[in-house]
């Protein structure tokens, strides 16, 4: 099936093969077509998925996947440009299920990227794609591989002048021109300008000038290949971690063809996405906004992707997942109403900022909530300000992908007297962590800074390592190539000269053995071969020894015999391995933040070097500070701070700080809000009180930038200027005077002042006392007796700010005209008349008394004293044990006592089946309680109980009875239901059937009836559906919601109780039983052609359960969003209102459930009546033929189904005839072109609709050239064709219905023409008018006009000339 080889040139095609190039609907794809028409059946290879370029790490697995078409199944060849593909290195794969063919590499080599081709190869054609591999270096072999290169460049021995003149500036220089990561300058091209600096640190680029001028280069030509593809590409933004828990980048783009293909690739790998946002990776595309989301990332997802139209890289964004976790999470926080609450954590590593959520929503800094970090950048703390009910719920903590929450509970005030007014602000807070959140986060910030700290030293380990290693091996190199030289030079010299060895000095090791080599080349007259000061100009200027203590003369002559070993070090210009941490000397590891500071107070701008020896120098807008009286400049460890006391507003600006070459800015902004001195804002806030009427006024002072806005508020509401109403507002203070006050002017009076640097408030309460309201009624009757009336009533409404001292009480007896006077009863709203007469009606006036004053009256209704008011019926009775010799039961008191206390109660029992109620208890010994054990009872009978109260009106209405129960001991619980199980399901009901369980002497009795309970799989509490037992085994259960999950269960149940809850097995969905996805259309359309401007509409039926997800896909993508797409529970339609060209494609429907999914596509053609092709130009290029060339028709970019039909007309058959068809180019030879003969060619366009207006040619003729022609016959013979007559087709026997037609027939041949006789019955009918008879070419017919019985009988026809006589008989019978 496969065949490897190496890239190389096409052959050829055969003899008698053309080469016709065709288009594939897939970009990109060239396909070569060998034949002029292709066989019935019969296809040329093509792509429908192509493989896709691959930008890779090393040592990961590189593949290429591709899908192929056609008929006979093409041969399928992998190439490879620059060498061979091997078995060893490459594995060809085909997947028979996907019909996928792949070329995998794995372990994917640098020297593996390279462009790669895929051929597929059958009789009828070729169809290629070309691919390329870029193979990203990482680690140590591409710093490895930067090294080789430069030692390459100095052992070349013809340049070896060059090499000693080599500097550390001219290896920087071949540093930077080495290659770098391509990711690296797609990050950039889609970055902003503020991002350059972090993108080149994490690559390791110091360059910034050369960087700059190649981004340049490189953006005009990412704006020339997106210019292929894209209108206008604007508003780019980069991948964006939320809080929600997933990624998004999106950006503008107007595509100059919308059928383009658009394409995600993370780290080189294409992934699939999807319109749908509940998927991993989705798109969603608005206009011309398109929206990709990361759905539920994880770590996995980190790293760069890229998005690709066509084959065009067009945005590249790089997602990094901080490693965070939380050492100390939130906490639940209980608040009282406007107190503020926080909430605070730590984080295991730094982060400038967090992501808060509260009630799912995103909280962000201003006046309700208040976001701070601490200078180490672990504590995160969100102030939650002025709590109110309404703040209650979720708060959470998202830093990366981690996250936390807890709980915000507000406590109401429950102060009777602030009910339904503003309450004042609280200056408390609850919640935090207070001094173990320091700790932790100081502990914390020490471990960080000792791994850091390690990890810097054994990178200055490593590098000292590489650096010796480098050094020797350069040696080594050197000596050996200056060797050389001296063996060359040698050879010129007539006497060599003795060297002479140089002394040397202790303090001069690195120039041990340079000195020889200059001596050598001295003595040897090479005068034009300099010293090699090169390396000792660059160990000098990085290293410098010290100089080493006196030392005795042993010691030197032993430092003279051995060979110096002194380590030296060089100047990298590169980091030594990406992507680690190198010692950037001192630097800052904190840098300063913006300060606000009020004005008079003291502001510190604080930052934070690597190294205490380090110096800083502060500036404020770019001039040097020095030490003042008002600046102190603090070096305190590594910390470098600027205190500025008494800030004023000239000391706002742009403070930067130096140290070692590195900067850090901040901006102080000195700020001038509105003050209040604390003496008079403690004086402002003390309440007031004064009486109804009297004038309130309040006073403040303040100081702040001018203008200032100043408001006035009553319980929330703005005040205005009215005639009750005056402000004074000034620069310095403001008076509000509230004149002749009400009671409802009570609240909380607030100052709010306002400038462009903040806001104040202060808040005081005014109380206006006034009498109170009258008691609220009506009263309610404790008690109405014949000695006592006693009733109760509501306080006032409002007590007119102060507490009720005394309710003053007047009574009158209806009948009278006078009010007697009760007095003061003192402050309980409750009395009790002792002085009445029997059967006297009362009114009563009731009053409140404060020390404001006596509120209005409230009049009681009539009460009458000792009325016979019986007591209403008690609460059905409730059996609470039953035994053979006693029952026990309970009720609780009627809720109407007829206006005085309950004496007692009577019970009453009834056997069943009898109508006579017997009392229980003796009738002059009423039950005091509310319980009683009935104990006159017969063991096996069944009874029913009812209960009476008593009051000093006599007995009352009896309760309704209890349920029956008979005198027994109790039972046993059942034991549990068997055999449960579900018989049927819907979407809303569920249907259950059981067995009763078993029945063991003592141990469970029978079960009397069941109980389902039904548990939703969100709530942990059963609930019952139905109130009461149930007799039968099977139950249906209704009103569920669709798709949702439950569990049920089943409780037997008897008079002994409920026994143990019997439990499905498992959780059921409500829904039907699960049916696959399965599509019932007998028959299904694959095929469609729409003309332009039609509705087009796709039906699929289908039958599935749950209800299925459908999804539809324009070659393999979401359908557009002009596209209606209708779904039942059974069906699904597509509709295209108009359709248009670019309509045309493979549209694919997937239905898919919880079992499985069902796929149909159906191919959809939009086109219209093709436009005729061009003027038609006519050429002979060979003899006896006709070349036909034309102008292709405007439709044949659009249709690429669109091909062409040729006519001819010639002259001598003067008809039009097809000569080609199905042409796809616009080109044709025509053959047989006969010489004197005028030929006409008409060309026509065709695709699925049908042909186009021809067009047609001029007239073509060849000139005939007229020659001599002469024949010699040769002699002949001749020939007689003279015959005797013969019947070459006899008559046949006919039967005929009477007065019906009858036609007789035959053929008779002979030369000379014969004569035809008709006989009937021996007599010629040629001359009878009866018979109509007909000779013509030797057919000779007979029609009988009207059969009837005279016509039976037999016919004869005789045939006669010259040479002979011939007869034929037949026979006609006329039936009735």
């Known amino acids: 099936m496969f065949r490897i080889c190496k890239a190389k040139d096409e052959q050829p095609t055969a003899s008698g093969q053309v080469k016709i190039k065709k288009k594939s609907r897939v970009p990109g794809v060239m396909i070569t077509q060998y034949v002029e028409e292709l066989p019935q059946g019969m296809t040329t290879p093509d792509f429908t998925r192509k493989p896709i370029a691959l930008t890779i790490q090393e040592g990961k697995l590189a593949i290429f996947r591709a899908i192929i078409t056609g008929n006979p199944t093409p041969a399928i060849t992998w190439v490879r440009n620059n060498g061979e593909i091997d078995d060893g290195r ?93 990711n690296f300058w797609d990050l950039l091209l889609s970055a902003e300008k503020k991002e350059y600096e972090s993108i080149c640190a994490q690559y390791g680029i110091t360059d910034f000038r050369w960087m700059l001028k190649k981004l340049n280069e490189k953006k005009l030509q990412r704006e020339q290949e997106q210019e292929q593809v894209v209108e206008k590409l604007c508003n ?30 993370k780290d080189g790998v294409m992934i699939p996405f999807d319109e749908d946002t509940e998927v991993k990776h989705g798109l969603k595309r608005v206009g011309k906004r398109f929206v990709f989301s990361i759905n539920g990332v994880n770590p996995e997802d980190a790293g760069l992707y890229q998005l690709e139209v066509d084959g065009i890289k067009i945005f590249s964004t790089e997602l990094k997942i901080p490693v965070v976790d939380f050492l100390v999470k939130i906490q639940d926080v209980k608040a009282q109403e406007r107190e503020d609450a926080v909430f605070q954590c730590v984080l295991s590593h730094p982060m400038k900022k967090i992501s808060w959520m509260g009630k799912n929503n995103p909280l962000e800094q201003g006046d309700k ?43 109401a ?66 000596d050996a190539a200056a060797s050389e030289v001296r063996d060359k030079t040698s050879k010129c010299e007539p006497k060599p000269q003795p060297e002479v060895q140089p002394e040397v000095q202790p303090n001069e090791p690195s120039q041990v053995k340079a000195e020889p080599k200059v001596e050598a080349a001295t003595d040897s007259g090479k005068a034009d071969i300099p010293e090699p000061t090169v390396v000792k100009q660059e160990e000098e200027k990085v290293s410098k020894p010290e100089e080493p203590a006196p030392v005795n003369e042993e010691e ?77 400049i603090v070096k305190d460890g590594t910390y470098r701070k600027l205190l500025i006391k008494n800030c004023k507003e000239d000391d706002s600006g742009k403070y930067k700080c130096e140290a070692d070459g590195r900067k850090t800015e901040a901006v102080l902004n000195v700020e001038d809000p509105p003050r209040i001195n604390a003496d008079d804002l403690a004086e402002f806030s003390k309440p007031v009180r004064i009486k109804s009427g009297k004038d309130a006024a309040f006073k403040l002072s303040f100081v702040g930038r001018e203008p200032m806005k100043i408001q006035w508020y009553n319980d929330g509401e703005e005040l205005v200027e009215e005639t009750n109403i005056k402000i004074e507002k000034s620069s310095s203070h403001s008076r509000l005077l509230l004149t002749k006050c009400q009671r409802r002017t009570s609240g909380e009076i607030k100052i709010k002042i306002k400038n462009e640097c903040g806001t104040i408030e202060a808040i005081t309460q005014l109380t206006v006392l006034d009498k109170p309201t009258p008691p609220l009624g009506p009263v309610d009757i404790i008690e109405s007796s014949a000695s006592c009336i006693e009733f109760k009533w509501r306080p006032s409404k409002d007590s007119g700010g102060c507490s009720v001292t005394n309710y003053i009480l007047e009574r009158q007896q209806i009948g009278r005209n006078s009010w007697t006077k009760l007095g003061k009863i003192g402050p309980e709203p409750k009395y009790r008349d002792t002085d009445v007469d029997h059967g006297r009606k009362y009114c009563y006036h009731i009053r409140a008394e404060t020390d404001q004053g006596i509120s209005e009256i409230m009049e009681s209704d009539d009460i009458q004293a000792g009325t016979k008011a019986y007591p209403g019926p008690p609460s059905t009775p409730k059996i609470v044990s039953a035994f053979k010799d006693c029952i026990n039961i309970a009720w609780t008191a009627p809720a109407n006592t007829g206006g005085t206390n309950i004496l007692g109660y009577n019970v009453e029992k009834r056997k069943n089946g009898s109508n006579l109620w017997n009392i229980v208890n003796p009738p002059d010994e009423p039950i005091k309680g509310k319980q009683y054990g009935v104990k006159d009872v017969v063991e096996g009978i069944e009874y029913e109980f009812r209960v ?40 809303t009901t569920l249907s259950l059937s059981w067995t009763k369980p078993a029945e063991e002497e003592g141990v469970q009795d029978e079960a009397k009836g069941y109980f389902v309970e039904l548990r939703p799989a969100e709530n942990p509490e059963w609930n019952r559906c139905t109130s009461s037992p149930i007799a039968m085994t099977s139950f249906n259960i209704v009103g569920l919601k669709s798709m949702a999950i439950y569990w049920v269960r089943v409780i037997a149940t008897n008079e002994g109780g409920n026994g143990e809850p019997q439990e499905l097995d498992n959780y059921i969905i409500a829904m039907p039983p699960p049916v696959r ?44 969003k002009y596209v209606t797409v209708s779904n039942t529970d059974t069906s699904s339609q597509l509709m295209i209102a108009s359709s248009e060209r670019h309509d045309t494609g493979i549209y694919t429907i997937i239905v898919k459930n919880l079992v499985g999914q069902e796929t149909s596509s159906v191919e959809i053609r939009v086109t219209d009546d093709p436009k005729p092709p061009g003027p038609v130009e006519l050429e002979e290029n060979v003899p006896g033929t006709v070349t036909v060339s034309w102008i292709p028709s405007p439709d044949e970019k659009k249709d690429d189904r669109l091909h062409y039909v040729i006519t001819k007309h010639d002259s001598l058959k003067c008809t039009w005839q097809t000569v080609a068809d199905h042409l796809f180019n616009n080109r044709f030879t025509a053959p047989n072109i006969m010489p004197g003969r005028q030929y006409k ?121 010259p040479l002979g006589r011939e007869e034929c008989s037949t026979k006609l019978v006329v039936g009735d």
């Open 948 to 987: 009476s109260a008593i009051n000093t009106s006599g007995v009352g209405e009896p309760s309704v009875p209890s349920e029956f129960v008979i005198a027994r001991d109790p039972k046993k619980p059942p034991g549990k239901v068997t055999d449960l199980k579900v018989t049927d399901s819907t979407y």
């Open 1241 to 1361: 060619f008409r060309l026509y366009a065709k695709n699925d609709m049908g042909l186009s207006e021809h067009s047609e040619s001029a007239t073509w003729e060849v000139q005939k050239k007229k020659e001599k022609f002469s024949v010699t016959l040769p002699s002949s013979r001749s020939c007689s064709f003279e015959m005797p007559p013969s019947f070459s087709v006899p008559l046949k026997m006919h039967k005929s219905p009477e007065s019906y037609e009858c036609y007789m027939s035959c053929a008779v041949t002979g030369n000379p023409r014969p004569h035809v006789t008709w006989y009937k019955n021996n007599i010629s009918l040629n001359t009878n008018t009866n018979y109509y008879i007909t000779n013509t070419c030797g057919v000779c017919s007979m029609l009988v006009l009207n059969v009837g019985p005279k016509d039976n009988g037999d016919y004869t026809v005789v045939a006669e000339n």
């Open 1077 to 1120: 996805p399965q599509f019932t259309d007998r028959k299904m359309k694959n095929f469609m052609v729409i003309r332009a401007g039609n509705s087009a509409r796709i039906n699929f039926n289908f039958k599935a359960s749950p209800m299925p997800t459908i999804t539809w896909l324009k070659d393999g993508l979401p359908v557009p």
């Open 90 to 182: 490459y594995k060809t794969v085909f997947d028979t299920i996907s019909g996928e063919h792949q070329l995998q590499i794995p372990d994917v080599c640098v020297d593996q990227a390279d462009t790669y081709k895929c051929y597929a190869r059958n009789e009828y054609g070729k169809a290629v794609v070309t691919v390329t591999l870029n193979v990203i270096e990482v680690g140590y072999k591409k710093n490895k591989a930067m090294q080789q290169s430069r030692t390459a460049i100095r052992e070349l021995p013809e340049d070896f002048k060059k090499t000693l003149r080599s500097t550390a500036n001219r290896e920087s220089k071949e540093e930077a021109k080495l290659e770098i990561d391509e």
């Open 369 to 411: 909530y208040d976001i701070t970090v601490s200078e180490d950048l672990l504590i995160h703390s969100l102030v939650v300000k002025d709590c109110l009910l309404l703040d209650k719920g979720i708060y959470a903590a998202v830093a990366g992908i981690k996250s936390c929450n807890a709980w915000l509970i507000v406590e």
């Open 236 to 265: 780019l933004k980069p991948v964006e971690l939320k809080p929600t828990g997933a990624a998004e980048f999106e950006l503008e783009m107007s595509l100059k063809d919308p059928n383009s293909k658009i394409f995600l690739f």
């Open 556 to 632: 030197d002559a032993a430092k003279e015999e051995e060979p110096v070993q002194e380590k030296r070090q060089r100047v990298r210009t590169g980091p030594l391995v990406p992507e680690t941490v190198v010692d950037p000397g001192i630097y800052f590891t904190g840098g300063l933040s913006d300060v606000s500071a009020i004005i008079g107070t003291d502001a510190e701008l604080l930052c934070k070097l690597s190294s205490e020896s380090g110096d800083a120098v502060w500036y404020k807008d770019g001039k040097e500070i020095t030490a003042t009286d008002n600046i102190n």
């Open 413 to 478: 005030d429950k102060d009777p007297n602030m009910v339904g007014k503003k309450k004042a602000r609280k200056t408390t807070r609850a919640g935090g962590g207070g001094d173990d959140l320091l700790r932790i986060a100081q502990e914390q910030q020490e471990k960080l800074q000792k791994e850091r700290d390690e990890i810097i030293a054994k990178v200055k380990e490593r590098e000292e390592e590489e650096e010796y290693e480098e050094k020797e091996e350069n040696e080594e190199k050197e």
